[in-house]
C-alpha cells in the first residue's frame, strides 16, 4: 500500500509539470474571448520579460538534485521494516508538548487531509494560473515555467522529508492508542511520523502560490484572498493530521517550517534567473502560431 501511495504522489507532481507544459503550448485551441481587465489586475509577466524564469542549465541542475532527493528518500523508506511484535509503545514516553493532543487513528479524517493537499498542491495553482492563460492574462509560456517550479517544490519537499522521516523514525500518535492503521503497521510506515509530510505538501504549496501569484499580480486586490485560502488550507490540513492520530503537533510545526522554505526558495531562485536573463538575453515568445525570439540590451 506504502508503495502505490508513494508511487501516486510522484506521478501528481509530474502531472503537474506536464498539465501547465502541454497549457503552455496549446491554450489558444480553448482560450476564452479577451476581457477588459483592470490595470491593477493586469499580469507583470509579458512576452519580454517576467517575474520568473527557467534556465537549461540551472534547471538541469536543480532536476538531478531534487530527482536525486526523491530517490533517496524513496530508497530509504522502503527499507524501513514493519511492527515489530516486540516493540511496545508506552504513552510516557511521549514529550510533555505532544502528549496534550493525540488521537487513535481516523480514516475518514486522513482522507480529508489528503483531499486538502491536493487542493493546495494541485487543484488551486492550476485553477489560478490556467483561468488567467484562457483570459490571456498570462503569458502561455509562463504556464511551463510554473509547472516547472512547482514540480521542484514539490519533488525536493518530498526528497527531504522522506529522508527525515526514515532516519528518525518517530511511530506515529496512533501506536500509543488502542486503534492503528493496520496497512501502515505492515509496512512499515508507522514509524515516519517527523515530519508530516502532507503538512509539508500543503505549505509549500501555499507559499508557493502565494509567492507567484503576489509576483505576477503585485497590485490584485485578489492576492490576499489567495493567500489566506491557500494558507487556511494548509493549516487545516496540518489540524486534520492531528486529529487523524497520524502526526503530533511538533510533526506538523516541523513539516510547516519545511514546506515554507521550499515553497519560498525555489521560485525565489528562478527570479534570480529571472533578473539576469531578461537584461540582455533572449527571450521566447509564444502567440498561438509561432516561437519568436527578442534580444533585449
Known amino acids: ?114 483531499l ?52 528518525v523514525k518517530r511511530p506515529r500518535p496512533y501506536m500509543y492508542t488502542d486503534k492503528w492503521d493496520w496497512n501502515s503497521v505492515r509496512d512499515g510506515d508507522y514509524t515516519l511520523s517527523f515530519p508530516s509530510g502532507h503538512t509539508t505538501d500543503a505549505f509549500m504549496g501555499a507559499t508557493f502560490l502565494s509567492y507567484t501569484f503576489w509576483k505576477y499580480y503585485p497590485d490584485s486586490k485578489y492576492r490576499i484572498p489567495v493567500i489566506a485560502t491557500s494558507y487556511t488550507i494548509a493549516l487545516t490540513t496540518g489540524l486534520l493530521r492531528v486529529a487523524s492520530g497520524n502526526h503530533f503537533m511538533s510533526d506538523v510545526a516541523a513539516g510547516a517550517v519545511l514546506g515554507t522554505a521550499i515553497g519560498f526558495f525555489v521560485p525565489f531562485f528562478h527570479e534570480k534567473i529571472a533578473s539576469v536573463k531578461y537584461k540582455g538575453q533572449q527571450v521566447l515568445a509564444f502567440d498561438g502560431q509561432s516561437l519568436t525570439a527578442t534580444l533585449r540590451f
Open 1 to 114: 500500500m506504502k508503495g502505490q501511495f508513494v508511487g501516486r504522489k510522484v506521478f501528481l507532481s509530474l502531472l503537474i509539470a506536464v498539465f501547465f507544459m502541454l497549457n503552455s503550448f496549446f491554450p489558444p485551441a480553448y482560450a476564452l474571448p479577451v476581457v477588459n481587465i483592470p490595470e491593477e489586475e493586469i499580469c507583470a509577466a509579458t512576452e519580454e520579460s517576467s517575474p520568473f524564469a527557467i534556465s537549461y542549465y540551472h534547471d538541469l541542475g536543480i532536476a538531478a538534485g531534487v530527482v536525486g532527493l526523491t530517490v533517496t528518500g524513496l530508497v530509504m523508506e522502503s527499507r524501513v521494516e514493519g511492527w515489530d511484535k516486540r516493540e511496545y509503545f508506552k504513552k510516557s514516553s511521549i514529550n510533555s508538548f505532544d502528549s496534550l493532543w493525540y488521537n487513535e487513528y481516523r480514516p475518514a479524517v486522513d482522507d480529508l487531509g489528503t
Open 116 to 167: 486538502a493537499v491536493v487542493a493546495n498542491v494541485f487543484a488551486l495553482p492550476v485553477g489560478i494560473y490556467t483561468t488567467q492563460a484562457l483570459f490571456q492574462n498570462l503569458p502561455p509560456l509562463e504556464l511551463a515555467t510554473v509547472g516547472v517550479m512547482l514540480a521542484e517544490s514539490y519533488l525536493a519537499g518530498y526528497g527531504i522529508r522522506n529522508i527525515i522521516k526514515s532516519t
